[in-house]
């Protein structure tokens, strides 16, 4: 049987004080995460590892969270962070890609003003490093992004990109135009076919009305495993802050249900085997 991995969820302590983007006055977002909190959701659904990615803009967060995955089996990897515009941050990704949970890098591009920002000359060394490491590039954005993602990777061919998030669709407003649907698809349709990117089918709980349904969900859902096929899709549950919209078991459930239409095969890619792929993940022992 494939491991069951969650691909992307977070823990963090805001007192650390460099979560620049976590509104102050939400209970949900500010307070202690630890493994001991999502332990008892993995022993339920029997997830064995966890991609634990970054949600801080510092190296110093990095070096936390490789910490936390010292002391937790069921952290299996690392997404961190390094500063793209600090050449000097090579040393960093080189010291961090020596510990043996580090994976590769989350630039938090949602966050930066510029669009254009990822093609800028003075970045593509990182871009070159990664894949001289042998390291990941999550690519988190918003649909805004998605031309600019796909002249990036396909100016770096060789480095393996995955796509967060589903690029954050709008879906709370398709019910408004459906051209807000079609551009969306279009551009992941591109990345999908002249690209060989991986797609995180998480997030779209938090895109979505706070009375979220299946049905609000199920065309993102399907158009990603379509598009991507189910050996590109992995699963994360974006915990916590997919509590914002639902708990784990919920937004797990919800996904199972979207997936439920693929062969048991192609459903243990999307629950794992992507994953292990993508990130170079050990099998349990």
């Known amino acids: 049987m494939t491991r069951r991995i969650d691909a992307h969820q977070h823990y963090w302590e805001p007192r650390r004080g460099d979560y620049d983007w976590m509104p102050q006055d939400n209970e949900v977002l500010t307070r202690r995460y630890r493994p001991q909190d999502l332990q008892p959701s993995l022993d339920k659904h029997g997830i064995s590892g966890t991609v634990l990615v970054q949600a801080a803009a510092t190296v110093a967060e990095s070096e936390y969270l490789l910490g936390v995955a010292d002391a937790s089996d069921s952290v299996a990897a690392v997404v961190g962070w390094i500063d793209f515009e600090k050449r000097d941050d090579h040393k960093h990704l080189t010291r961090l890609a020596r510990h043996p949970k580090f994976v590769g890098v989350r630039p938090m591009i949602q966050d930066i003003p510029d669009v254009n920002w990822m093609l800028r000359a003075d970045i593509q060394w990182a871009f070159n490093a990664l894949i001289d490491l042998d390291l990941t590039f999550d690519a988190l954005g918003y649909p805004q992004h998605l031309d600019n993602f796909l002249i990036l990777i396909k100016r770096h061919p ?60 199920h065309p993102y859902a399907s158009h990603v495993l379509k598009a991507f096929g189910a050996e590109r899709v992995m699963w994360g549950s974006d915990w916590p802050v997919c509590r914002l919209r639902a708990e784990y078991d919920d937004w797990l459930g919800a996904a199972r249900a979207l997936a439920s239409h693929l062969t048991t095969e192609e459903q243990d890619q999307v629950f794992g085997g992507t994953a292990m792929r993508c990130y170079r993940l050990e099998p349990d022992p």
């Open 158 to 217: 060789d480095l393996r990109v995955v796509i967060d998030h589903c690029m954050k669709p709008r879906i709370r407003d398709h019910a408004e135009s459906d051209a807000v649907f079609a551009d969306w698809a279009n551009g992941m349709t591109r990345l999908a076919e002249e690209t060989q990117s991986f797609c995180k089918l998480s997030g779209l709980v938090t895109e979505a009305k706070q009375d979220w349904s299946l049905e609000d969900l």
